[in-house]
């Protein structure tokens, strides 16, 4: 059974949360004060700026398995640290209210999908950087950690309704030799317009086969719901073009793109388990018509593999 949270259930954890006196007792007793920022399925994030003029993010974890969610973060953003990939730095890790928190080093820029929205012009430029930035991703060893527990740690993410096709999945000789992200898709990943500043939101970073992560990328952005805006008809037919240049993006560094289509509908149950836990939170702008809309493309995707 899927545990959901309500917006009751967060509105009565945010409101035992007291975030100043969170990053005192985290080691930030002098600061700006902490502004909510909204946004995230995972957890409750905070923006503020300490008296040298820098900013930062106080992350507290409130999900179901928060604790593992936490350590996968902070084990992925210590990779990124020391291979040298734009993501937040891990400054500080605690609890505040008894759940797991840490306090993150703030990236520059705003999402690529904002970009596009600005300046619609710019999506085959920003689609092209979105690719090659995945790209160099997967070229980075995944840390110890990960590489002990996988790929089942990964694989069966899409739970017992999909165990066959996480099945599927282990028969296709699956790598565990890279760093993949498992929610690779344009809100997470920030730029200034001309580089990657940021790459976000690493709780489900493993230790993987790069098909894996292209799989899921691409159904991501085939199939999860546009944010609310008056370029929401647009996005969702530039779509397509999106796949295109982050596709040719990611063969610049990394060619031949590897053949992920078996692996879709693995993709599709993986992203259906983790959408449905959040479905029904405030800052959540899927419906369940859009769940529903995915299984259907699970089950195509399912029958294009020749999988029962």
Known sequence: MVHR???MDVAEIEAHIDPRG???TLGYAETSEPRRVKG???TLLWRFRT???REHSLRVFYLPGRNEIA????IALETCATAGLPAPRVETVGEVEGLPAMVLSWCPGIPILAFVEKKPWALWRLGRLFGRAQAQMHAVAPPDEFVAVAPDDWVYRGGERYAHLATHALSLGLSTS????MDYHPLNLLSDGATVTGILDW????AGDPRADLARTEITILTAPIPPGPLRPFLNLARKLILQAWRSGYNELAAPIPDFRPLRAWAGATFLAEAEVAIDRPQVWGTREDMERLRRMIDVWA?????R
């Open 5 to 7: 949270l309500s917006e």
């Open 40 to 42: 995230g399925w995972d």
């Open 303 to 307: 029958q294009e593999a020749g999988i």
């Open 203 to 206: 709780s489900g970073a493993a």
């Open 178 to 181: 890279s760093l993949i992200h």
């Open 51 to 53: 008296p040298d003029g």
């Open 22 to 24: 969170a990053l005192a």
């Open 71 to 74: 350590w996968r973060e902070r």
